[in-house]
């Protein structure tokens, strides 16, 4: 079988370090008879070793070619795959025989939408354990106050409990890329511990302060809050974008979440 070349527009760098593939299967832990699906099982580094641990694995592919690849090496009754692409795949299809245990090595160029678009399926998912660009892991997991902290670390902290679990270096990739990759776990919520009203208008309220990071909340909300919610929320309007909580932004969007008129319905979320 002739070799893959890694396509750039897929954005594919194929995993082949056998100790970080054992590690980051060890970390994911899947056990027979729970629904485990890869995102982007490329060239099957993941795939086989996750196959050693369970009897089906369900898989989402773009490329065709690594497919026919996969078709060719597995029998159907131990894998099912899908050809798509994965920020348009309805994941909450597939957790008819209990909720999903999905992981992945990401492609860099689509995680973060990738990871947005299941956050809207979260109801679905037990756990995501996904290898990413470190810098995109450490935006993940952020505390309030620093750099990495954004929209992103929000709404990933309020739907989920983001873990950070190991670095990895480039020379683990084929081609190797230019950046330091990281595996996080995400664990949803069954109920967020700051529950928001409306979880679209969070996602509104905290898309329009990170629009404009550097401006006081005050400012950057301007147009969405009235300066006297701050002092009833007890939240100093001075500050950054950055320097508020998760639990911080629950306060203010249920303190503004507009009430739903009769017949209205509320948006998806994130």
């Known amino acids: 079988m002739s070799e893959h ?3 750039k527009r897929f954005g594919q760098h194929f995993l082949h370090d056998a100790e970080i593939i054992d590690r980051l299967v060890r970390s994911v832990a899947p056990r027979d008879g729970e629904t485990v699906v890869e995102i982007g099982p490329g060239q099957g580094a993941l795939t086989f070793p996750l196959l050693e641990q369970v009897a089906h694995l369900t898989v989402v592919e773009l490329d065709r070619d690594l497919i026919g690849r996969l078709r060719d090496q597995v029998p159907e009754d131990r894998l099912t795959i899908h050809q798509s692409d994965a920020l348009r795949f309805d994941f909450t299809a597939l957790a008819g025989q209990g909720p999903l245990r999905v992981v992945g090595n990401l492609p860099y160029n689509i995680s973060t939408p990738l990871i947005f678009h299941l956050l809207a399926q979260t109801g679905a998912i037990a756990d995501m354990t996904f290898m990413l660009q470190k810098e995109v892991v450490e935006r993940l997991t952020a505390a309030p106050g620093g750099k990495d902290y954004g ?3 929000v709404m990933v902290q309020y739907h989920c409990q983001a873990d950070y ?3 990895v270096p480039p020379g683990a990739f084929q081609p190797p ?3 330091d990759s990281a595996v996080v776990r995400l ?3 069954a109920r967020p511990p700051w529950p928001a009203d409306d979880p679209a208008w ?3 309220l905290v898309a329009q302060a990170f629009s404009q990071r550097r401006k006081a909340i005050r400012n950057s909300l301007k147009t969405l809050i009235a ?3 701050f002092d ?6 001075g500050l950054r974008p950055d320097h508020l909580s998760v639990a911080d932004y629950v306060t203010l969007a249920n303190a503004t979440a507009p009430k739903p008129g009769p017949g209205t319905t509320k948006e998806p979320t994130p």
């Open 5 to 7: 070349r890694a396509r």
């Open 151 to 153: 929209r992103l670390s």
């Open 165 to 167: 679990l190991f670095p």
């Open 177 to 179: 890329p230019k950046v």
């Open 187 to 189: 664990i949803p919520y």
């Open 202 to 204: 969070l996602s509104r």
């Open 227 to 229: 300066p006297e919610v």
């Open 232 to 237: 009833t929320a007890g939240i100093d309007p």
